[in-house]
């Protein structure tokens, strides 16, 4: 079994091997806040991050939006441990989000580099209880099948974007910019080149 433990984030994320350097971090935060405030037309208040790691994008995010509220989630008992307190981190995973019965809503949804570890059992078991979290948009980073991948392919399942396409499709959600997928309450507000 796959361990996300502190030799895993030293790895991809500290050592010569890393992954995620912090610019590139940032212009994602830079986009999902501004795609999300776009189509809420006002400030972002709350965000929560499903597989959110060491909370890369939680500095970011508070450097953005001073104010704003933000929670993770990660089965990871390392993580949990290490940002639990400081970042607000918890711990859960994609597929027991549907039990947890989280009533907020949330203004952007983060769930990034974590769905194309997951088994698809797992993916469909949360995705509506994803969707229902959605206030404005979801910020969903996933590798597929067609792309090059740079970084940490131990159990990376490679499918085809069309799978991914389809299911966030059942779910009635709609693509607005890259990664970025919106509900359809906002996306029937929105007009029609605003969807891409
Ligand atoms: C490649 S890291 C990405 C971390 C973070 N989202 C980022 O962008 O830096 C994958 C993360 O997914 C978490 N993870 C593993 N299995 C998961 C699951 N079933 N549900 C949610 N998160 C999971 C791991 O603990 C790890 O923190």
Redesign the pocket.
């Known amino acids: 079994m796959k361990k996300?433990d502190r030799t895993y984030f030293d790895r991809?994320?500290r050592g010569r091997t890393r992954i995620?350097a912090e610019p590139v971090?940032r212009r994602k935060v830079m986009l999902a806040v501004s795609v999300a405030e776009y189509f809420l037309r006002r400030a972002i208040r709350n965000v929560i991050?499903?597989?959110?790691?060491?909370a890369?994008?939680l500095t970011h995010l508070l450097q953005l939006r001073p104010k704003i509220r933000y929670v993770g989630?990660?089965?990871?008992e390392y993580?949990v441990e290490q940002f639990g307190e400081s970042c607000n981190v918890r711990p859960g995973?994609?597929?027991e989000l549907a039990e947890m019965d989280i009533r907020e809503r949330f203004d952007l949804v983060?769930?990034?580099?974590?769905l194309h570890?997951?088994h698809d059992d797992?993916i469909l078991r949360g995705l509506p209880a994803v969707v229902r979290l959605i206030r404005g948009v979801a910020f969903i980073?996933v590798l597929t099948g067609e792309d090059e991948v740079l970084g940490?392919t131990v159990a990376l399942m490679r499918r085809h974007s069309n799978w991914y396409r389809e299911v966030l499709s059942e779910v009635r959600l709609t693509q607005v910019a890259p990664y970025l997928w919106t509900t359809p309450k906002i996306a029937a507000a929105s007009a029609a080149l605003e969807r891409p």
Request: with cysteine; net charge negative; glycine share 12%.
């Open positions: 996300y991809w994320y995620g971090v991050d499903i597989g959110c790691g060491e890369p994008w989630y990660d089965p990871s993580v995973s994609f597929g983060v769930c990034a580099d974590v570890y997951l797992e980073e940490d």
